[in-house]
Every structure is written in structure tokens, then in C-alpha cells.
């Protein structure tokens, strides 16, 4: 599956546009404007709410949930130390985590599971500010590495323009 995902320049709070490989908006990410830590719905070409990402407070380096339906599905975590390059990791139930690597500065990363790559992110083939090229295998649930990337976007490329 092949999405494009733009983040929205002139928006109140953070929002982002995925579309699908035939161009049609699949899912569209809205940040509320005023609230403690990054809170987004994550919804459908409707309007429908199907996931809702939360960022939590109080930990050691940048940590978010994605929850749908009320649980928690994914937690991702930052990695705080690691030589030359970022890393982070998409803990969900059980024991097939995600571990996102690359350079997640440059935009250029993959995530994998167990040595296999099942997603990479790209910004290789666009020159707009914020639009990825992100192409996920169709084993993998879309909404939770769509979402991770979200997260990672707004850790890394935080709006203030510095990387955190």
C-alpha cells in the first residue's frame, strides 16, 4: 500500500493529509490546538475518528500512545541513546515490535520487524515542505505505521523548525 502524507502548513495545531496511491484523501491527522502534550485524531476520509494519538507526559524522552476504540494499541517510544542517529521503537501487544531506523532527520527511514523491512518513509521523490512518500507492505495494519509517522514528524520536525 503506497500513501502520500503532506502536514498542512497553514493550520491551527498540527495536521496532516494522507492520500492513497490514486491520489483520493485516505485519512486526515487534526492536533488539538490548545492542550498539555500532542494530542490528534486520527480519522477517516469521513470524518470518523479511528485512532487517536497521545502523547505522554512525564517520561523519559518523547513517548506516545495510538489508541483505537478506547486501548492502546502502540506506544512509541524515542530512543534517548543512540550514537549519530535516531531511533525509535513501536511497542505494540505481543512480541512483534517495530523498530523505526534510518535517517529520520532527513526523512529517510524504514520500519522493520524481526530484520525485515515492512514500511519505508521517504521524502526522496517530493520537494514540498513536509510530504512523504510512504509505502507499507499489505501484511501490516496502515493505521498504526501511519501514525508512527506522524508521531516521528512531529518529534523529529518538530514546528518550531529544530529537531528535537
Not at 496532516?16 to 486520527?42: C, H, M, N, P, T
Not at 535517517?103 to 522493520?112: A, K, P
Request: proline letters at 2%; aromatic letters at 12%; one cysteine or more.
Amino acid at each position: 500500500m503506497r500513501y502520500v502524507m503532506r502536514q498542512k502548513f497553514w493550520s491551527w495545531g498540527d495536521t496532516y493529509k494522507i492520500q492513497d496511491a490514486e491520489g483520493r484523501e485516505a485519512f486526515i491527522v487534526k492536533g488539538r490546538v490548545f492542550s498539555w502534550g500532542d494530542k490528534l485524531s486520527f480519522q477517516d476520509s469521513a470524518g470518523e475518528e479511528i485512532a487517536f494519538i497521545r502523547q505522554r507526559l512525564l517520561h523519559w524522552g518523547p513517548t506516545y500512545t495510538i489508541e483505537r476504540e478506547g486501548r492502546v494499541v502502540a506506544e512509541v517510544r524515542k530512543h534517548l541513546f543512540t550514537l549519530l542517529r535516531c531511533k525509535f521503537t513501536v511497542d505494540v501487544p505481543g512480541p512483534d515490535d517495530f523498530e523505526a531506523t534510518g535517517n529520520l532527520l532527513d526523512r529517510e527511514y524504514r520500519f522493520e520487524r524481526h530484520g525485515q523491512t515492512v514500511a519505508e518513509v521517504s521524502k526522496r521523490w517530493f520537494t514540498l515542505t513536509d510530504t512523504y512518500g510512504i509505502e507499507i507492505a499489505d501484511t501490516e495494519d496502515p493505521i498504526i505505521l501511519l501514525a508512527a509517522t506522524v508521531i516521528i514528524d512531529l518529534v523529529c520536525h518538530g514546528d518550531d523548525g529544530k529537531h528535537r
